[in-house]
C-alpha cells in the first residue's frame, strides 16, 4: 500500500492531499486568511461568565468569543494559573518546574463562577477549532504535541499509546522516558514511538522543552489577545503525525514550500529527505496527480460506490444523514439478503473513506439497505469499524439497528471540508443569456492570431477543455499544427479539466496569464487585416 502527500500552493493557502494506492482518502484546506487552529496558545480574556452552562466566555481575537468549559480547565488548574501568574509578573527568570509548588487538585465538580471573573487574563490553547455559527472552544490543560511525545506540564504521569499493544515495549518505552523526562512534566507516548531509540526520542523531548520556554519567554510580555505560542501549520502537523514507513513520496509545487519542508524534514527525520519531490512541469500538480477529478466526484451530494450502488450524503448543523443506495446493482442477484449484503458492504468502505476524506464529525447517521440477518448486520459494522481503524480521529460505532441504521460519532475539532462541485454554467456564467458554444473556437482562433501577429507574443501556452484538446491536438494535421505551419510559432496546447467547455486561458512564456482583449475587438482587427490584404491584392 502506497502513500503520497501531494500540496498544491494557491494565494489563498495549502491544499493537502493525502493519496492511498493513487486514490485520495483526505483533504485539507490550510487558508492564509486564518490565525487560528487547533494546539495554538492565546492570552484571553474572560468576557463573560455563564454559570447555567457552567463555563466562560473568553476573547481571544476571534469574532466569536472562544468557549470554555469548566470541565476543561484540568486537574492542575491552580497550578497552572499560579505559574502564569508568577511568569508575567517577572518573579520566575526559567521555564523549569523543578522548584515550583504545586496547589492543589482543582475540585471536578465545580462552580465555573468560582473560578472565573470577568475582566480576568488567563492561558488557553484551542482545542476546536470555530464550526457554523459557534466560537474556537478552548483549553487551559496545555500540551505540546511533538513526532512521537505530548509534553504535559504540571504532571509526573507517563501514559503509552493503546495501539502500542506489546507489555515489553510499553515497558521499555516508559523506562526510557522517566530517565529523560523534565521533573513535573508528565508525558504521553504516541504510537510512532514504537521501536525508536532513546536518542530519537530524546531530540523530540528537547524540540517540546524548547516550546515550554518559548511560552515562557513569550508569556513574560504578551498583551490580551496575543498568540503566545502558535502551533506547526497543517502541513507540517501531518508530515509530524503521519510521516512513517509506508510513505513513498511527498510532492510540493512552489519552491519555498518545498524549501520549509527540507528544513522541517531535516529535524525530525533526515532519512525521509530523499521522498520530498518538487514539481516543476506547466500541468498543475493536481491535474498531473489526478486529484482535481477525484474532488469533483468525490465531494458532490451524490457519491459513486466502486463496485455498485451510491451514496447521498446530506449535511445538517445538528447531524450529518448518508443513505446508501442499491443503483444497477439491485437485479444481479437472485437473494434479496445476498444483494443487500454485498451493496451494504461496499458502501461502507465508502462511508468510511468520506468520514476521513471530508473530515466529518459530530453524530453520523448511515441509512444501509435492509438486512433481516443479524450476521449479515455484523458483517458491515466489522467493515466500517476495519477500514476507520487507521483513522487519527477518536470515533464510536454502534451497532446497527433493525431499521438498518448505524450511528457513528467521530471527534469533531475542525469545519467538515466542503467543496463546491457545482459549476457556473460555461455558456452563460450564470446570467441565464447564452451565447452559442460553437463560437469558443473562434473566439481562440481570433485571441491567438491577434497575440501572434498583432502583439509579436511567441512561445505561449494555451489551456482549455479536455473536449477542446483533443479538437486541436488530435488528427493528422491538427489544429496546432496549421497554426505553426501559418504563423511560424508554436503554440503549446495543455489539457486542463478545471476549466469549463467554452473557458480558455493563455499564458505568455514566463508562465503568467495574458489579459485577452475583447473578442470582438480582436475580430475587428482581423477583418480590418483581411481587408488591407484584398486591397494589396
Not at 189 to 204: F, M, N, P, S
Request: hydrophobic share 40%; net charge neutral; aromatic share 6%.
Amino acid at each position: 500500500m502506497s502513500n503520497e502527500l501531494v500540496i498544491n500552493s494557491t494565494q489563498e493557502g495549502e491544499r493537502i492531499a493525502l493519496l492511498q494506492d493513487k486514490r485520495l482518502i483526505e483533504y485539507h484546506f490550510d487558508r492564509n486568511d486564518t490565525n487560528y487552529s487547533v494546539g495554538d496558545i492565546f492570552l484571553g480574556t474572560v468576557k463573560k461568565v455563564m454559570p447555567g452552562l457552567n463555563a466562560a466566555f473568553v476573547d481571544i481575537g476571534y469574532e466569536k468569543d472562544a468557549f470554555l468549559h469548566y470541565g476543561d480547565l484540568g486537574e492542575q488548574y491552580n497550578s497552572f494559573t499560579k505559574w502564569v501568574r508568577t511568569v508575567q509578573s517577572g518573579r520566575a527568570a526559567t521555564a523549569g518546574l523543578e522548584k515550583f509548588t504545586f496547589e492543589p487538585p482543582l475540585d471536578k465538580v465545580g462552580k465555573a463562577e468560582s473560578v472565573f471573573k470577568k475582566g480576568q487574563q488567563i492561558v488557553v490553547q484551542i482545542i476546536k477549532e470555530p464550526i457554523s455559527t459557534k466560537g474556537p472552544r478552548v483549553s487551559t490543560d496545555i500540551s505540546m504535541a511533538g513526532r512521537y511525545l505530548v509534553l504535559m506540564p504540571f504532571s509526573n504521569t507517563i501514559s503509552v499509546s493503546k495501539k502500542i499493544v506489546s507489555k515489553a515495549e510499553r515497558d521499555r518505552l516508559k523506562r526510557l522516558i522517566a530517565s529523560i523526562k523534565p521533573e513535573n512534566f508528565g508525558v504521553i507516548i504516541r504510537t510512532v514511538a514504537e521501536g525508536r531509540e532513546v536518542a530519537e526520542l530524546d531530540k523530540d523531548m528537547q524540540d517540546m522543552v524548547a516550546k515550554w520556554e518559548q511560552l515562557h519567554t513569550t508569556l513574560r510580555t504578551a498583551k490580551p489577545n496575543d498568540k503566545v505560542l502558535g502551533e506547526l501549520g497543517r502541513t507540517s502537523s501531518m508530515l509530524r503525525d503521519m510521516l512513517n514507513e509506508s510513505f513513498d513520496s511527498i510532492m510540493v509545487d512552489a519552491p519555498t514550500m518545498y524549501e520549509e519542508m527540507r528544513d522541517y524534514l531535516q529535524k525530525i527525520a533526515p532519512d525521509k529527505l530523499g521522498l520530498l519531490k518538487l514539481h516543476n512541469s506547466k500541468i498543475k500538480i493536481f491535474e498531473h496527480m489526478g486529484i482535481e477529478k477525484q474532488l469533483k466526484t468525490l465531494f458532490g451530494k451524490t457519491v459513486t460506490v466502486p463496485g455498485g450502488g451510491y451514496l447521498v450524503i446530506e449535511h445538517t448543523e445538528a447531524l450529518h444523514v448518508i443513505d446508501v443506495n442499491s443503483g444497477s446493482k439491485s437485479n444481479q442477484e437472485n437473494d434479496q439478503e445476498a444483494t443487500a449484503l454485498m451493496i451494504n458492504m461496499l458502501a461502507a468502505k465508502e462511508v468510511a473513506r468520506q468520514l476521513r476524506l471530508r473530515d466529518m464529525g459530530g453524530i453520523i447517521v448511515v441509512d444501509f439497505i435492509d438486512m433481516r440477518s443479524a450476521e449479515s448486520r455484523k458483517k458491515v459494522e466489522d467493515v466500517v469499524r476495519d477500514v476507520m481503524k487507521h483513522d487519527k480521529a477518536k470515533f464510536t460505532v454502534l451497532p446497527i439497528t433493525k431499521f438498518g441504521l448505524l450511528q457513528i460519532t467521530r471527534q469533531r475539532v475542525r469545519p467538515a471540508e466542503n467543496i463546491v462541485t457545482g459549476e457556473v454554467c460555461p455558456t452563460c456564467g450564470g446570467t441565464g443569456k447564452i451565447s452559442a458554444s460553437i463560437q469558443v473556437t473562434d473566439d481562440i482562433d481570433n485571441s491567438i492570431d491577434d497575440l501572434l501577429v498583432n502583439q509579436n507574443q511567441s512561445g505561449i501556452t494555451l489551456s482549455v477543455h479536455p473536449f477542446l484538446y483533443a479538437y486541436y491536438t488530435k488528427g493528422l494535421i491538427s489544429r496546432q499544427m496549421k497554426w505553426y505551419l501559418k504563423y511560424y510559432k508554436w503554440v503549446k496546447v495543455v489539457n486542463d479539466s478545471s476549466l469549463g467547455l467554452t473557458d480558455y486561458r493563455i499564458e505568455d512564456e514566463r508562465g503568467e496569464e495574458i489579459q485577452l482583449r475583447s473578442s470582438a475587438a480582436a475580430m475587428s482587427r482581423l477583418q480590418d487585416r483581411e481587408v488591407e490584404i484584398e486591397s494589396v491584392d
